[in-house]
């Protein structure tokens, strides 16, 4: 596509759209190779941080290398998650009722049988399938009971941002192995074990802004418009304020993305539509609370709690502080708090219902475009965990590893001579999963099912009466 040539100058050399992690995260990358650039960050939120700003504590994984470096260059303490797990017993849904044994054997059996198929997906050159059934569809027809399959129209949810229904199987098998499979992703969003690494979203957040102190971060402020010409990028936003940089950074959702106004438009391999209907638009509430003691150790839970339907996770940090979160509808969102500590209070004790202080943060839950955006549009880049990152999609490293490869990509454009070979290996494509690769016996051995297991099982008792029958006869 031929761009029209601009006839005004750039004030700016690299504009950020979006101050989330994936955005800062540019911004500090971009500053540490060519601190005389001019960055600007606008954003939409009052204030920046995106989804860290509502978060007590975040939960790395050992094998986050690329996001524990980061961290450890910033000299921010991670820490080891002490989650009582030796001694006392989590709080989970999922342990409860007389079905709740076989419906973790099942799920176990599920769970494990999509890892051994995510090797094949772990490319980003993965060639999607037709008619392919969604996740809701291959769901009901792996799992039995409904304990188990709530469990995973969840997972699906919480992990992809789209209803089970909206998402097909190929497509979240890719999503989950830029993740590390979904044990991975089980042990990171919902169960918290002793060998994930906690870190202060506070203390993260208040390094980064120190980093930026010189930076200017206009909050408030929503880009609307943006106009791509060949010797820079002109952005409008929501107060009719035109920004002009030789680069952007788009380090927003691709959800967000959509709603922009290109000119001119977009070429036909960036126009990638959102599945998501207002009917299946999902916000997510993370909350943190403090009593005078940890109640829920007097009850002989550990503190990990997990509800399916809404879906409520919940955690101790230390003495008397407790966090999580909570899956709802924009409807749901006045009845949050509500909610939260009465299911708390139903487990641990009526003591929950009183914290000392509480707090919540409330945004909308992004959702994972099927493949990463990686190449970029010229002048114009694409960040964000949701829409980028190769690696840990969804997840806080996977913002990390996004908004270093679009901060090397910005550089390339309008600095090529400060990027080195180094850099260069940061935006090369990169498979995350690493899980095991079955033989054939045992791919065989996990499509085993109590589906399959009935059908065979009453088909060869059938077959066995019927020839009883007529030899029976003939005799």
């Not at 996770?313 to 502080?321: R, T």
Request: hydrophobic share 40%.
């Amino acid at each position: 596509m031929d761009l029209p040539f601009g006839n005004e100058l750039p004030q700016i050399d690299i504009l950020i759209v979006g101050a989330g992690l994936s955005g800062l995260t540019s911004a500090v990358k971009i500053l540490s190779k060519e601190h005389s650039l001019n960055v600007k960050i606008i954003d939409e939120n009052n204030k920046p941080g995106g989804q860290l700003r509502g978060k007590g504590t975040c939960f790395v994984s050992k094998e986050q290398k690329e996001l524990i470096a980061f961290i450890t260059q910033l000299n921010v303490a991670l820490f080891q998650h002490d989650s009582h797990e030796q001694t006392l017993s989590r709080c989970w849904e999922l342990d409860r009722g007389l079905t709740s044994v076989p419906a973790k054997f099942e799920l176990w059996r599920y769970i494990n049988m999509l890892d051994m198929r995510m090797k094949k997906f772990s490319s980003v050159r993965y060639e999607f399938r037709e008619r392919i059934p969604t996740m809701e569809r291959h769901i009901v027809t792996n799992l039995f009971f409904n304990l188990s399959r709530e469990f995973m129209y969840q997972l699906v949810h919480l992990a992809s941002g789209m209803q089970a229904s909206d998402i097909n199987y190929d497509e979240f098998m890719c999503l989950c192995s830029t993740s590390g499979g979904l044990n991975v992703l089980i042990d990171l969003l919902l169960a918290m074990p002793e060998s994930i690494m906690s870190l202060s979203c506070g203390k993260l957040l208040e390094t980064l802004h120190e980093k930026l102190k010189y930076t200017e971060i206009l909050n408030n402020v929503k880009a609307v418009k943006v106009e791509h010409f060949k010797n820079y990028v002109q952005v409008t936003d929501s107060h009719g304020k035109k920004h002009k940089a030789e680069a952007v950074i788009l380090a927003i959702p691709w959800d967000k993305v959509n709603k922009l106004q290109f000119e001119p438009q977009l070429p036909r391999q960036f126009r990638i539509p959102s599945r998501r209907t207002k009917k299946s638009k999902s916000m997510i509430t993370q909350y943190s609370m403090r009593y005078n003691k940890p109640v829920w150790i007097s009850q002989g839970y550990s503190g990990q709690f997990l509800n399916i339907r809404p879906l409520v996770v919940g955690y101790a940090l230390n003495s008397g502080e407790y966090c999580g979160y909570m899956l709802h509808t924009v409807e749901e969102a006045d009845s949050v708090r509500t909610t939260v500590l009465d299911l708390l209070a139903e487990q641990f004790g009526e003591e929950m219902l009183d914290p000392l202080t509480y707090k919540q943060e409330t945004c909308e839950l992004n959702t994972a475009i099927h493949k990463p955006q990686i190449k970029p549009w010229h002048r114009v880049i694409w960040s964000s965990s949701a829409a980028a990152a190769t690696k840990d999609r969804n997840l806080m490293a996977g913002a990390v590893e996004s908004g270093v490869r679009a901060a090397i990509n910005a550089l390339f454009v309008i600095r090529p001579q400060v990027v080195c070979w180094r850099d260069l290996q940061d935006v090369q494509d990169k498979n995350r999963y690493v899980g095991p690769s079955p033989g054939y016996f045992a791919g065989l051995l996990s499509r085993l099912n109590l589906y399959n297991i009935t059908f065979y099982g009453v088909f060869v008792i059938g077959l066995i009466c019927l020839l009883n029958f007529g030899y029976g006869a003939i005799g």
